[in-house]
């Protein structure tokens, strides 16, 4: 009779753990798609969707105090003019865009390498950095070097890793550069509670800060594949970024959320008052679990449907969102010069796999798909005269996972700057996508279920 008893009272607890996972499930501000994979994984196999989920399944994070200092800044006046996408983003919680700054982009891997060094070498107060991935190799290492030779001149260094994508980080270097007195910490526990984040919601952000006044940023990592000072056979083309003026300001706001959700503390500075070093007009816009809502996924769908002539996509990796995706396919019908440049082959292959049954949807709309032959990182969106450029893919686990960051660009010398660099690969990467058997469009289709996780 006991046993009868325990075994009901399994049965019931059982129930009522689905039940509650599953309303938990459905509470959670993600795709449909994304939400009926959940539901079925924890129908067929529940003991292992339950862990599944509690590891990977939150992706917002819970708020328990005043908003992420990026999130608080002044939207524009009323009255004052501003684009639509602008105003957008301000009703998000995002600040205003900021004019007057110098902006440089760098193509190249040891154009990039020159600016980063000459960054670090110049900062006389703090060095702020965020990194997604930091190489165990020559480049890694001497970055680290770096950092620690400024830590001994007396400036203070505060150096972001996520755990998962610095798995293999160079650790002899890092513990030399917090015996000079810098301090590392790892962001995005491999297990964690939801509240403190967890495997799936990993920071994806590039940036160096210095003295709270210039940005390194953009799409690279600090790694030999990424940049450095000689070129290297089979780098992968990528893109960054030096900010210099008033739109600091926001990418330092982002850099003290991460600092505190890694559970680093910094003493309160006066923040550096920005000056106007150019005539560039930019907009930060962040997104992950420490922004309430999707503002740049919601920006780019926005952007999209508000094109035009032209909307042209560098990424490394397309697995969209059906919003975005579909928000492509409609521009494409309306006559819209729709292109979308990806890697014929990226690191990534479950990623390759997954992604050819919405590039089959693309093409099917009218959409040019460019193939390029060597591995392509970088990830820029060109929307008529406005440009985005940042850490953040083209996949759903960019645009509402993961931590990350991109520029909005709203010149039309820097949209036309980097118009140019797009229209140089676009030329290099073949036009279409082998066709395929039923065998491999089941595969695909399959894959593509899974495909906002990986």
């Not at 309160?268 to 420490?290: C, F």
């Not at 952007?303 to 990796?317: E, G, L, N, S």
């Not at 040019?368 to 440009?387: F, S």
């Amino acid at each position: 009779m006991l046993f009868w008893l325990e075994a009901h009272g399994l049965v019931v607890l059982a129930g009522l753990l689905v039940a509650t996972t599953a309303i938990v499930m459905l509470q959670q501000r993600r795709s449909p798609q994304a939400t009926i994979a959940w539901l079925m994984f924890l129908v067929v196999v529940p003991y292992v969707a339950i862990p599944a989920f509690a590891v990977m399944g939150f992706r917002k994070r819970l708020q328990s105090g005043p908003a992420a200092p990026f999130q608080t800044a002044a939207a524009p006046r009323p009255g004052e003019h501003a684009p639509q996408i602008e105003r957008m983003l301000c009703r998000y919680g995002l600040g205003a865009a900021s004019e007057g700054n110098r902006f440089s982009l760098q193509t190249g891997g040891e154009e990039s390498w020159a600016a980063l060094t000459e960054l670090v070498a110049d900062a006389t107060t703090s060095l702020d950095v965020t990194l997604y991935a930091l190489g165990n190799d020559p480049v890694g290492r001497a970055f680290c070097a770096m950092l620690a030779n400024k830590a001994r001149q007396g400036v203070a260094v505060r150096v972001i890793l996520d755990r998962f994508g610095s798995l293999w980080r160079p650790r002899r270097a890092l513990r030399e550069l917090t015996g000079a007195g810098g301090e590392v910490r790892l962001h995005s526990p491999i297990l964690n509670s939801p509240s403190g984040g967890n495997l799936n919601l990993r920071i994806h952000r590039k940036m160096v800060i210095a003295d709270g006044a210039r940005v390194w940023s953009g799409g690279r990592n600090v790694a030999e594949e990424y940049l450095g000072p000689e070129p290297v056979a089979g780098r992968w083309h990528d893109l960054s970024f030096v900010v210099d003026g008033p739109a600091t300001v926001a990418f330092s706001g982002i850099f003290i959320s991460d600092w505190k959700a890694a559970n680093g503390r910094m003493e309160s500075r006066a923040a550096p008052i920005p000056r106007e070093k150019g005539t560039s007009k930019l907009q930060i816009v962040p997104a992950g679990p420490d922004v309430s809502e999707d503002p740049l996924h919601d920006a780019l769908v926005f952007a999209c449907h508000a094109a035009a002539r032209r909307v042209w996509i560098v990424t490394p990796y397309y697995l969209p969102t059906p919003a975005l995706s579909e928000a492509l396919a409609i521009a494409a019908r309306r006559g819209v010069d729709v292109r979308l440049l990806i890697p014929a082959k990226s690191n990534q292959r479950l990623a390759d796999l997954a992604r050819g049954a919405w590039l089959r949807d693309l093409e099917d709309s009218g959409c040019r798909i460019h193939l390029h032959p060597e591995m392509v990182h970088a990830k820029a969106v060109l929307a008529d005269g406005l440009a985005f450029t940042g850490s953040a893919n083209l996949d759903a686990r960019s645009l509402l996972l993961n931590f990350e960051m991109a520029a909005l660009l709203f010149n039309n010398e820097d949209v036309e700057i980097l118009h140019r660099w797009a229209e140089g690969l676009l030329a290099e990467a073949p036009v279409g996508i082998r066709p395929a058997g039923r065998i491999r469009r089941a595969v695909e289709a399959l894959f593509r279920l899974g495909s906002p996780i990986l």
